[in-house]
């Protein structure tokens, strides 16, 4: 059915809710026109639902609170009416913006309409979900039933410097095992009328971090020479709550400053300080408002961020809700320096909140195009989950904040809310209606976007040398890894196995492998859309996952199959088009491995295995469920000798064994089919149970190969460094140990836990 006229905004697929925030002067001109086309449409129709709709925007939008309430039954206008005053006369709202959520699939003869409904203000913004259940009277519509869900009900849009700047003797910030004292300073306050979440301090500041923590001590010890972290300070922003700024936040002697006695310097240093660091925390962004969006802090919640003159720019966390409630985060270079938790007053108690999970994530169903002469991506993710909790209205899962996302719709679709947090990378989804306890149900992302696959953390080598080989064939990389770290598919933020099908496009001359079982192969001919036309001839590949998995990979590249075995389980090795040397007999050393591993852990965890073979940057590996990546170096040019020489792995490394026994690389990465693929460790601290135990199997197969004095000689190896490197700190600190000696994180994560 053509829509009625004048109702073109619920109907396009484009309707954006900045928009009609940001044009609202021209709705001033459009709406009245519009209006009086629906009156003279009605008097030759009854009433459409798209008019209907349009009406309540409007009179809602330009608060024409009779004709409102007339929209709805007579039973529901003196409680609408108290609405009315709470948005406009209590939370002082200007402009409102209604979005109907599910017309896609709206049910003429069940009229239930779904609206997603933002009311803001220069300083804060409100987010709820309507539901009306809508009654056709004598050709009119009206609302029968409403009910309103706040999915976001304190939002703020924070802006420093505001109009209250002062002048303070002394500010003074002091909790658990930091203090931050500032003299003579500048005090900028936030936008926001009585309430306190943010302040910027500019001014003489002098930093003590003292962790009561022994080992938290050392670390301080190892990296800045003191046990005590001292600084000079000439600026602080920091967020909080309330009870941490009346407990904590101590401001003497201040004085209140006209901006122009502030002067403009000291108003453009805030506003500059504030825009580097105001969205680091407690930020989010989210399609309905052109301005960020914050939150604010719970509890005793704070985070303050500051730069020190040897530290450089740093953030002080403190969340009494997590495991370890205390983190010191070096921006700059992106490292933990102290995670912790604090030391109880004699005889006060550790609150400890374990959070169950509210959602079970049990399989996905992805389609993904992607271009590699760009690294241009563009997929629809389908998500499948179950509730574990009655009443479940947001989920929440780690997603790169470089794609854009297109749309969110539900398994009825019907387009779901969302919010990003960019800096955590955390995509934030809002329900149209809770989802009961034990009930499946399925979201639907689209997204696109260029990404570029991120440089390789895990089982890499650092240190290496040169070997004699000129070569005048420049150097050249034809693969491209996404894997967990890329964040290119929404996943849980938490570890959790779940079944898959994947579906990849690729131009022609490229292959793809990925994780599971390789179900359909074909090549792409018909288009649905002329601007697809390019995509002809594309490669086009679906994998499927028989066993769950924790997380999804998938590998692009020029590859060729090198070797086949039926198994079981099915092997295969493959060779990118940039490596100069195919290994001969790969398939057969990883079948060899495959059997001694499974005498001693039982069977392969999954359907079978790829290995591919190809050139990059660093030597190592790679292991994602059911396939495997071995690093060859290439030939660069040798800085010291101005000649083309081939790069090989350290064979002083804390891990590397491959340069006596070639076959360790090999025989680690299929090792972590079972620990780190087929079990995982719960969070960092047990790391070491993936990368031990991998390094432990390996080291039993070479034994196995060598014999006994091969593992003599391995094992005094690893003892040697970690000897060596056991200094930087316990196997508990996991992947924390790589932030500052990578050597010292292999050495103790890999070697002493073997």
């Not at 484009?14 to 044009?23: E, L, S």
């Not at 009406?55 to 409102?68: A, G, K, M």
């Not at 594309?538 to 924790?550: A, G, R």
């Not at 190969?705 to 056991?726: M, N, P, Q, V």
């Amino acid at each position: 059915m053509r829509p009625p006229p004048g109702a073109s905004f619920l109907e396009s697929e484009g309707f954006c809710y900045n928009d009609q925030v940001k044009k609202r002067s021209f709705f001033f001109f459009l709406i009245p026109s519009l209006f009086i086309i629906l009156l003279s449409a009605s008097a030759f129709a009854d009433q459409s639902i798209p008019e209907f709709l349009l009406q309540l925007q409007h009179d809602f939008s330009f608060r024409r609170f009779e004709p409102y309430l007339e929209a709805y039954a007579p039973e529901l206008r003196e409680q609408q009416r108290a609405e009315l005053t709470r948005y406009f006369d209590e939370l002082r709202m200007e402009s409102v913006a209604l979005n109907w959520a599910n017309k896609g699939n709206f049910n003429q003869e069940r009229p239930v309409v779904f609206l997603q409904v933002i009311c803001q203000n220069p300083y804060a913004a409100l987010i709820e979900t309507w539901q009306l259940k809508l009654e056709n009277n004598g050709g009119r519509w009206q609302v029968k039933e409403k009910s309103a869900r706040g999915n976001l009900n304190q939002l703020y849009k924070i802006q420093l410097p505001a109009g209250r700047i002062e002048r303070a003797e002394s500010v003074e910030i002091t909790h658990a095992d930091f203090s931050l004292t500032f003299r003579n300073a500048l005090v900028f306050y936030d936008n926001i009328p009585n309430l306190e979440t943010a302040l910027l301090v500019v001014g003489d500041g002098r930093l003590v971090f003292s962790p009561a923590d022994p080992g938290e001590r050392h670390q301080l010890a190892l990296l800045y020479k003191n046990k005590i972290l001292e600084d000079r300070i000439d600026h602080s922003f920091l967020r909080f709550s309330d009870a941490f700024f009346k407990q904590n936040i101590k401001i003497a002697g201040n004085v209140g400053v006209p901006a122009s006695v502030a002067g403009e310097k000291a108003r453009s240093r805030a506003e500059a300080i504030f825009a580097k660091y105001h969205s680091r925390y407690f930020t989010i962004q989210s399609p309905l408002s052109q301005d960020p969006l914050s939150f604010l802090p719970q509890g005793q919640e704070a985070v303050i961020q500051f730069r020190g003159r040897k530290t450089g720019e740093m953030a002080y966390v403190y969340s009494p809700f997590a495991e370890e409630e205390v983190t010191l985060f070096d921006t700059a270079r992106e490292r933990f320096i102290s995670l912790y938790s604090p030391r109880q007053e004699q005889g006060g108690g550790r609150l400890i909140i374990s959070f169950s999970p509210r959602y079970d994530v049990r399989d996905y169903d992805i389609e993904l195009d992607f271009q590699p002469e760009d690294y241009y991506l563009s997929a629809r993710a389908r998500l499948g989950f179950l509730s574990q909790v009655d009443g479940l209205d947001a989920v929440k899962f780690k997603f790169h904040p470089g794609l854009e996302i297109l749309r969110i719709y539900d398994g009825e679709r019907r387009e779901l809310l969302f919010t990003q947090d960019p800096t955590a990378r955390i995509l934030y989804i809002y329900f149209l209606e809770p989802i009961a306890r034990n009930v499946r149900t399925t979201i639907e992302v689209f997204y696109r976007g260029r990404l570029e696959p991120p440089a390789q953390l895990t089982d890499t080598l650092v240190g290496q040398r040169y070997v004699e080989a000129p070569d005048d064939i420049p150097v050249r990389f034809e693969t491209f890894l996404f894997s967990q770290s890329a964040q290119w598919y929404p996943y849980p933020l938490t570890e959790d196995f779940f079944t898959a099908r994947l579906k990849v496009i690729v131009p022609p001359a490229y292959s793809v492998i990925s994780n599971g079982v390789l179900v359909e192969k074909s090549v792409l001919n018909g288009v649905q859309r002329v601007t697809e036309i390019d995509k002809v001839g594309s490669s086009c590949s679906v994998y499927e996952t028989k066993h769950p998995v924790k997380y999804l990979s998938f590998l692009v590249g020029k590859l060729s199959l090198t070797q086949e075995n039926p198994g079981p389980p099915p092997l295969a090795s493959y060779a990118s088009s940039d490596v100069r040397s195919v290994r001969k007999n790969l398939l057969v050393e990883a079948g060899r491995i495959l059997e001694f591993y499974e005498s001693r852990f039982g069977s392969f965890p999954f359907e079978n295995l790829r290995v591919v073979q190809r050139l990059w940057r660093t030597a190592g590996g790679h292991s994602p469920a059911s396939f495997i990546i071995l690093n060859d170096l290439p030939r660069v040019t040798n800085a010291g000798s101005g000649v083309r020489e081939r790069l090989v792995g350290n064979p002083n490394s804390p891990v590397d064994l491959s340069s006596q026994w070639r076959e360790y690389f090999l025989a680690h990465e299929i090792a972590h089919q079972w620990w780190g693929q087929g079990v995982t460790w719960a969070r960092y601290k047990d790391q070491w149970l993936s990368e031990g135990l991998s390094q432990y199997s390996s080291a039993l197969y070479l034994q196995s190969k060598y014999g006994d004095e091969a593992l003599a000689e391995i094992l005094k190896k690893f003892s040697r460094w970690t000897e060596k490197k056991s200094v930087w700190g316990p196997i508990t600190m996991g992947s924390r140990l790589s932030f500052t000696d990578y050597e010292a994180y292999q050495a103790v994560v890999y070697d002493k836990t073997t």
